[in-house]
């Protein structure tokens, strides 16, 4: 196990900066997750990590020894892939030992690592079977264990859930991250859904454009993004970033283009007047108001989907040509799209960010 360090990482396609100047630090043992958009370079400083690609500028240092002029083979790193990568003409135990018979590893040691390996991950049934007889979740354990049985010093994972279903995505995700609690391996993860690595990761790291947003444990980034970028992204169903301008007359509030109030828990750092956008989360809006919170807000229920544990409704503040937002309730509710409601944010949990920057004003 080992510590990780991107200093000032620079990638250039040509001409074309696609990663400006990311600085990363991942403690020994630690399970960071890169997410983003698309095009935004988390695979990209994920390849750069196991030497697959070639960086511009910047220094990776692992277990403090910088390793950009080292060889992938020889940077002691195991990445899984998202296709699997598994060699469609060896049975499971000639995948997983491969690795090992490269290194001159004894034939007695190899036999010994692969079994403790297929232990730990429920492949012990599966040795003498070709991929092509695995479902999506054994190929996938396979593809892990070709990594664990190498004993890294880090873990890169690029996307390795997208291609299986809904349902083993969640518990593919569990058995990721009782491993790592298991092996306690430094982990880099890249994944493009922002709930699988607010669920299995220690701190986040979200990119866009090839730049570093914000980092942090995800109750931070959920709680207090640092800006409207990263409270849109973070969170399923995405935040509500409504525009408006900051009146501070009569409390802190916002008023909406519509003439909608907008409740504020206290004034910001901003001038009255100023353009923002007010953040609330869907599970921050009360049907039908609630005590002390000032006017509900009208809205027309757009679309109502319940999924069991709670109702999530697309709505339109105010009425046609509104600002559409989301709500989610824990009560059954019995509501039709058209149908008029009232809504109340919960002020205490209200965000506000500037219009222009996205900067965070509270």
Do not use: W
């Not at 390996?117 to 492949?123: F, H, K, Q, R, S």
């Not at 599966?126 to 479902?135: A, F, G, I, M, V």
């Amino acid at each position: 196990m080992s510590s990780l360090q991107l200093h000032q990482i620079v990638k250039h396609y040509g001409a074309a900066p696609v990663i400006h100047g990311v600085d990363i630090d991942i403690a020994d043992g630690e399970f960071v997750a890169l997410v983003g958009p698309s095009g935004c370079g988390k695979s990209t400083l994920l390849r750069a990590i196991a030497g697959l690609e070639d960086i511009s500028g910047g220094e990776i240092r692992l277990g403090g020894r910088v390793i950009n002029d080292v060889a992938p083979r020889a940077r002691n790193i195991a990445m899984v892939f998202q296709n699997y990568a598994l060699y469609p003409h060896m049975s499971v135990r000639e995948n997983l030992g491969f690795a090992l018979r490269l290194q001159g590893v004894a034939r007695a040691q190899i036999a010994q690592r692969v079994e403790e390996v297929a232990g730990v991950l429920g492949l012990a049934p599966l040795l003498d079977r070709l991929p092509r007889q695995l479902s999506g979740g054994q190929r996938q354990r396979v593809a892990m264990g070709r990594a664990i049985v190498r004993r890294p010093e880090a873990f890169l994972f690029d996307e390795p859930l997208s291609n299986l279903d809904a349902k083993l995505r969640v518990q593919m995700r569990t058995e990721i991250r009782a491993l790592h609690q298991r092996l306690g391996t430094t982990t880099v993860y890249v994944t493009h859904d922002q709930v699988e690595a607010m669920t299995m990761a220690d701190r986040i790291v979200v990119l866009r454009d090839g730049r570093v947003e914000q980092v942090g444990t995800p109750l931070e980034l959920y709680d207090r993004p640092r800006n409207a970028f990263v409270a849109g992204f973070i969170g399923s169903p995405s935040m509500n970033l409504i525009p408006g301008r900051l009146a501070l007359d009569d409390g802190a509030h916002v008023l909406t283009d519509d003439g909608l109030r907008l409740p504020l828990p206290r004034a910001p750092e901003a001038a009255a007047g100023a353009r923002v956008l007010y953040g609330a989360r869907p599970e921050h809006f009360a049907l039908q108001g609630a005590a002390g919170e000032g006017a509900p807000l009208p809205a027309e229920v757009l679309v109502v989907e319940p999924t069991g544990a709670e109702t999530q409704l697309a709505l339109r503040l105010g009425g046609q040509g509104g600002q559409p937002i989301v709500a989610a309730v824990r009560e059954r509710v019995t509501l039709r799209p058209g149908e008029r409601v009232a809504l109340q944010p919960q002020a205490a949990h209200a965000h506000l960010f500037d219009a222009a920057s996205g900067a965070r004003l509270n």
